[in-house]
Nanobody, 117 residues
Framework: QLQFVESGGALVQPGGSLRLSCTGSGFPFFRNVMSWYRQRPGKERERVARITNAGGAYREYADSVKGRFTISRDNDKNTVYLQMDSVKPEDTAVYYC?????????WGQGTQVTVSS
């Protein structure tokens, strides 16, 4: 059964840094494109970053996080990361990892990130 375990969410001050982790199991992780989404209070879920499969040569970011967030993957650990730097209050959200396999979407349970002084 495909599943994810996410971690790393926390309360962080504006301008600070945080790293989220998502470890997958039950599927050939290295073959899958992996994404991070977030859902801010009162907003629809949006994609934040995406990384291609295997070596992760291609990465793309939402304009709102470009230059501040970095997505990476370690296929030996079946884990995808989201390094969040220079965070802002508007980054406050529940963050989810995501993949699609055989046309079915799979989501992590979500991890809360709160940016506040």
């Amino acid at each position: 059964q495909l599943q994810f375990v996410e971690s790393g969410g926390a309360l962080v001050q504006p301008g600070g840094s945080l790293r989220l982790s998502c470890t997958g199991s039950g599927f050939p992780f290295f073959r899958n494109v992996m994404s991070w989404y977030r859902q801010r209070p009162g907003k629809e879920r949006e994609r934040v970053a995406r990384i291609t499969n295997a070596g992760g040569a291609y990465r793309e970011y939402a304009d709102s996080v470009k230059g501040r967030f970095t997505i990476s993957r370690d296929n030996d650990k079946n884990t995808v990361y989201l390094q969040m730097d220079s965070v802002k209050p508007e980054d406050t959200a529940v963050y989810y990892c995501h993949t699609t396999r055989s046309g079915v979407e799979y989501w992590g349970q979500g991890t809360q990130v709160t940016v506040s002084s």
